[in-house]
Each structure stands twice: as C-alpha cells, then as structure tokens.
C-alpha cells in the first residue's frame, strides 16, 4: 500500500492506495502555524488499526518551503560569490550578509586567479559573530571546476552547521539563478531539517518504517533523506499534486486546462496529451530567479474560503484574502462557500449562518439575496477564467517545453477543463456556462492531489561535461571526474551520464524498473587551434521523465469506477 499526503492552505488530504484502489481518504484542517502536526494527524488517522507492514511508501506534498518563502520567514543564511573578471556579482544579491571574494575560473575550469585564504577566514568570523549558521558558496564556473568552491567551504570548516556549495545544488552555467537556487537551499535548510527529523522521528516512535518521499515542483519525487541537501525542490509540489492527479484522467491527443479549486487558493496546470507543460527555466518565488525545476503552474488567491468582502464604491470584492472557515463552518466573514450554500448547491448543513452574511452584503449592495450569491459566485468563475486565458497567452509568447520535450511552435489550444478539489463538483456547470471549455471533474476529487503525490514517480537529472583536450569528464553535482582519451564521443558521454542518472535515481528512492531516461540537452563544439582540431567541447543533460509509478492505469480505472 502507499500513502500520499498533501499539505493544503485549508485542508491536509490523505489517501491509503492499495490493489482495490483506495483504502482509506481522510481530510485534517491544516494548521499552518504547526504543520508537522497537520501532518502527523493525517498520518494517524489514515494507519489507525492497519498492519504497517503493508505500507511500502509515504509520499509527502508540502506548502511548508513555499510559505516560508513567500511570507519572507527565510533566516539570515551567508552568501560567498565569486565571479572573477567581466561581471558585477552586486546585482545578484540575495541578502544582507553577501559577500564577493577574489578567485576565478575560467569557462574551461582553469584557475585564473586564486583564492584569498585570509580573506574567506575574515569572512568566516565575521558570519560567526553575527550568529549565521548556514552558509553558501557559489563561483561563476565551478560547474567546469569545482575547486575554488570546495576549498572555500574547507576554509570555512566546522564553524558553521551546513554549507551549500554551488555546484552541488545545479549543473546549469546560469550563474545569477545558481546564486538565488544556492541561497534558497541555504535559507530554507533549518526549516526542513526540523520536519525532517520530526517526521523520521515520529513514524519510528510509530513503527512505521517505510521510505518516505518528497514531492518536488517537477512533478518527480525524492527521498526525504536526500531531500536534506536539496530543500528548495519541495517548493510548489501542492501545484505538481494537481497536475499529477489529473494526468491519469486527461483526454487523448488533446491540450487540457487543470484546475484544483481549495479553500484558499486556485492552481492552474496545463497538459499536453497527459503530459505537463513544464517551466524550462526554473521557479521564479520572492523575488527569486531560481534552477529548480517546475511544472508550468500559476495559483491565484480564489479558493472556497476566500474572503467577500465591499470596496470604497460597495462593490463586491473576492480575496485576496482567507480570514478563517467559512460562517457555515463557524467562520465570521461571508465566503464564496456560504454564497454556494444559499445558491443550494452546499448542502447537508445549517446554512442559517451563511444566510446572515451574504444577506449583510446585498443590503449594503442594494440586491437581493439570491443575486448577491450568484454575483459572488460568477465573479469567482470569471476571475479563474480570465487567468487561464492569461496563462494560455503568456505560455504561446515562448517555445513551449513539456517535461517531454520542447515543442517548437506549438500553439496551446485547450478545450477542456479538468477539475480537482473540494468546491470542483459546484463550480463545474457554471464555470462551463461562462466559457468555451468543456468541464470534466477528476474521480475522487476531493483528494486527487493527494493520489497524484502518491502515484508520482522519483526524478533527477544529470549534466556531464567533457573537454578533450585538456583529457577529463566532470559531472560536479555528482562529484564524478574522470579522466578521458581525445576520442571520447558523444555517445561515450551519454553512456556516462545515462550510468550516473541511473545510481541517483535508485539513491534517491527509484526503483530501477520504473525508469524511463531522455536525453535533455546535447551539445558538442570542436575546439581549434592553428587550422587543426584540438579537441571536442561536450555537454549533454539527461533525466528521468517525470510522470506515474507503474501500475497507475489500472489505479484510474478503479477511481473512476
């Protein structure tokens, strides 16, 4: 059996998947000031009175990166940049406590000047008398040679908990998102690590001894043990749950619009014949460019709990912000939930509440109280509406990437919308009255993010690079160098890469049978000195596709029965 978790801004969903589909599926209110609790609850409730020997996998999706980030709770980390000749590192700052040091490699990873000890040591106390803990290390080049940044984190020894070298986090050239992504794994590290060790801690104390997964942005998973080194992946993995959990349900040979409707917010994913449109670049969060790896996603602030409330000229204003539960559930702001109840479309409840507060609004509005609600709820179904619009056009601006491959010219042109979340059932009918889309909800879509966590499959990616001339093969992220003959090809280095994808991959929590490997970017430039040929410049990055564990068709069909 496996358990899939995903932590929402109003609810936590947590599904038990066995042969006969789901087992079990319970939803908690999230807590957002204790998660690991939210967290905890959910796992108790889904594992009351079942044999844990069954279990084989827990797969984690977690807004607790995200909103750290978001709401700049980031702790004071160190920043260490060195750049070299030809750029000015000071546009790249991330924060207060940045410095720029002396030391440079070149393109090709030949030292061109040295470090200066005495200066990184300064630093170091520096850091320390300031009470930093965490520090990052980042050269423009030490993807071509990692050694600056190595000896730099040497220097900086014992006297700090954890140091983030740059070449570890990404073997991308993109120096200014190598400095953000670097900073971002720094920032975010104690926040992780106390979920961490809280997690590990408490599934032993529960005698629970599986391997527990992360969800990350891009769709893939990673082990929580590896994840220790690499926080900054679990940003935006509530969004990929979405895309996920739709996949198994998207329509053939068709673009497809996905829609997870929650208390507090709406996320927006697009696929492209069951495969998500991916972001090539990295996420962009906080003012933040970064190189981890995302799902094309965007989330507004329009969930079932968003606030209704009057502006300057008494008209009806959604959000952005969520004051509590609904007044149904006890809340005391009128929500677009409680304009559902009067439309009678929420029901099994007391709605007397939900009356009083939409009724407070149309007398201020001068309407009725049936027009207020349907008001409330078509400026709702516009407002999502108009965003997908908004997205379709921007990602149509630019070549669109799916996590496939990159296609050229493509045109997005989406038909269909599929719906996840609670609120999905009510919005469906208006939202397809109000538009050109057909609607679909996703089976069991109450917690589909939920499932597609589950379901998820581990991803990583590696990137190689060779020069022959000079007679090596580096893949720094992975600490692999090797020597090579001047007729290393290109074939030999994918076979190098392809190799060292699969040993992550299986550390990282994969099974090795559920692997499908692409070649992502491969590049080879001959290197010429006199009229004759030195030697050859190779690059090439490889990957496991994102996508769904085996076994995941069969999951469909019983979720849709």
């Known amino acids: 059996m496996i358990i899939g978790l995903d932590v929402g801004g109003t609810h936590t969903d947590v599904v038990?998947?066995?042969?006969?589909?789901?087992?079990?599926?319970?939803?908690?209110?999230?807590?957002?000031?204790?998660?690991?609790?939210?967290?905890?609850?959910?796992?108790?409730?889904?594992?009351?009175?079942?044999?844990?020997?069954?279990?084989k996998r827990l797969v984690l999706s977690t807004t607790l990166i995200t909103n750290a980030v978001v709401q700049n709770k980031l702790p004071e980390v160190g920043m260490i940049v060195s750049s070299g000749p030809g750029i000015d590192p000071e546009y790249y700052r991330t924060n207060r406590f940045y410095y720029h040091?002396?030391?440079?490699?070149?393109?090709?990873?030949?030292?061109?000047?040295?470090?200066?000890?005495?200066?990184?040591?300064?630093?170091?106390?520096?850091?320390?008398?300031?009470?930093?803990?965490?520090?990052?290390?980042?050269?423009k080049f030490s993807v071509r040679n990692p050694a600056h940044e190595q000896n730099i984190a040497r220097i900086l020894g014992n006297l700090f908990d954890k140091i983030f070298t740059?070449?570890?986090?990404?073997?991308?050239?993109?120096?200014?998102?190598?400095?953000?992504?670097?900073?971002?794994?720094?920032?975010?590290?104690?926040?992780?690590?106390?979920?961490?060790?809280?997690?590990?801690?408490t599934l032993k104390e529960k005698g629970?001894?599986?391997?527990?997964?992360?969800?990350?942005?891009?769709?893939?998973?990673?082990?929580?043990?590896?994840?220790?080194?690499?926080?900054?992946?679990?940003?935006?993995?509530?969004?990929?749950?979405?895309?996920?959990?739709?996949?198994?349900?998207?329509?053939?040979?068709?673009?497809?619009?996905?829609?997870?409707?929650?208390?507090?917010?709406?996320?927006?994913?697009?696929?492209?014949?069951?495969?998500?449109?991916?972001?090539?670049?990295?996420?962009?969060?906080?003012?933040?460019?970064?190189?981890?790896?995302?799902?094309?996603?965007?989330?507004?602030?329009?969930?079932?709990?968003?606030?209704?409330?009057?502006?300057?000229?008494?008209?009806?204003?959604?959000?952005?912000?969520?004051?509590?539960?609904?007044?149904?559930?006890?809340?005391s702001v009128p929500t677009i939930t409680d304009a559902l109840v009067v439309l009678g479309k929420v029901k099994d409840c007391s709605s007397?509440?939900?009356?009083?507060?939409?009724?407070?609004?149309?007398?201020?509005?001068?309407?009725?109280?049936?027009?207020?609600?349907?008001?409330?709820?078509?400026?709702?179904?516009?407002?999502?509406?108009?965003?997908?619009?908004?997205?379709?056009?921007?990602?149509?601006?630019?070549?669109?990437?799916?996590?496939?491959?990159?296609?050229?010219?493509?045109?997005?042109?989406?038909?269909?919308?599929?719906?996840?979340?609670?609120?999905?059932?009510y919005f469906a009918r208006r939202i397809e009255e109000l538009s050109e889309f057909r609607i679909g909800v996703v089976p069991r879509w109450d917690v589909a993010n939920a499932i597609g966590a589950a379901i998820a499959r581990t991803t990583c990616e590696v990137t190689l690079f060779a020069d022959t001339e000079q007679g090596f093969t580096v893949s720094v992220e992975e600490g692999f160098k090797e020597k090579v003959a001047v007729n290393f090809s290109m074939s030999d280095a994918l076979k190098t890469a392809y190799s060292l994808l699969m040993g992550k991959a299986v550390k990282r929590g994969a099974d090795a049978s559920d692997l499908e490997m692409e070649i992502i970017e491969s590049l080879q430039f001959n290197m010429v000195k006199g009229f004759c040929t030195t030697g050859k410049n190779i690059r090439v990055r490889v990957q496991v596709k994102p996508g769904l564990i085996h076994g995941y068709d069969s999951i469909a069909d019983m979720l849709t029965v």
């Open 352 to 425: 007397s509440k939900s009356y009083d507060g939409i009724e407070s609004l149309a007398g201020k509005t001068g309407t009725s109280l049936p027009e207020t609600a349907s008001t409330i709820f078509d400026q709702a179904c516009n407002m999502i509406l108009s965003e997908i619009r908004d997205m379709i056009l921007r990602i149509n601006s630019k070549p669109v990437y799916t996590i496939h491959e990159v296609m050229e010219g493509y045109k997005l042109n989406p038909k269909k919308i599929l719906l996840i979340g609670g609120p999905a059932p």
């Open 208 to 331: 629970l001894n599986v391997p527990i997964d992360i969800l990350k942005a891009d769709g893939g998973t990673m082990s929580l043990d590896s994840s220790i080194d690499f926080p900054g992946h679990a940003i935006f993995s509530g969004p990929a749950a979405s895309a996920m959990g739709a996949m198994p349900f998207a329509p053939d040979n068709e673009d497809c619009i996905v829609l997870d409707i929650g208390g507090t917010t709406t996320d927006i994913a697009i696929l492209i014949n069951h495969v998500p449109v991916l972001n090539p670049l990295g996420i962009s969060l906080g003012g933040y460019k970064t190189l981890i790896r995302s799902l094309e996603t965007h989330s507004i602030a329009v969930g079932g709990d968003s606030a209704i409330t009057l502006d300057n000229h008494n008209k009806l204003k959604i959000g952005p912000q969520r004051m509590g539960p609904a007044m149904v559930y006890g809340g």
């Open 101 to 139: 040091v002396s030391g440079s490699i070149d393109h090709r990873g030949r030292e061109i000047e040295p470090i200066d000890r005495n200066e990184i040591e300064k630093i170091a106390w520096d850091l320390k008398k300031e009470g930093i803990r965490y520090v990052g290390v980042v050269g």
């Open 166 to 201: 740059g070449h570890r986090i990404s073997g991308s050239l993109n120096f200014p998102r190598r400095i953000a992504t670097t900073h971002i794994n720094a920032a975010t590290y104690p926040i992780h690590k106390n979920f961490f060790d809280a997690v590990k801690k």
């Open 16 to 55: 038990l998947l066995g042969k006969d589909g789901i087992e079990r599926a319970v939803k908690v209110p999230t807590d957002e000031s204790d998660l690991f609790n939210t967290i905890l609850t959910g796992i108790d409730k889904i594992t009351a009175n079942i044999d844990s020997s069954i279990i």
